[in-house]
């Protein structure tokens, strides 16, 4: 998640996605963990105009 850290703009949307990838490995779901991991680094190119989570502003 280095590519987060980077960002310190970006730290609230490096919780909550890091939020949701330990929910993943806590169930145990490794197929969906893979899949949210691909999901996740797409749209990373995408987090500099939308933040995602409960508020959803545009940036």
């Known amino acids: 998640m280095n590519n987060f850290e ?3 703009e970006h730290t ?4 909550s996605l890091g939020a949701t990838e330990l929910s993943a490995r806590q169930h145990g779901s490794h197929t969906h963990n893979k899949e949210s991991n691909v999901n996740i680094s797409i749209d990373a190119n995408k987090f500099h105009c939308f933040a995602p989570g409960e508020n959803g502003k545009r940036l």
């Open 6 to 8: 980077r960002h310190g």
């Open 12 to 15: 609230g949307m490096f919780i």
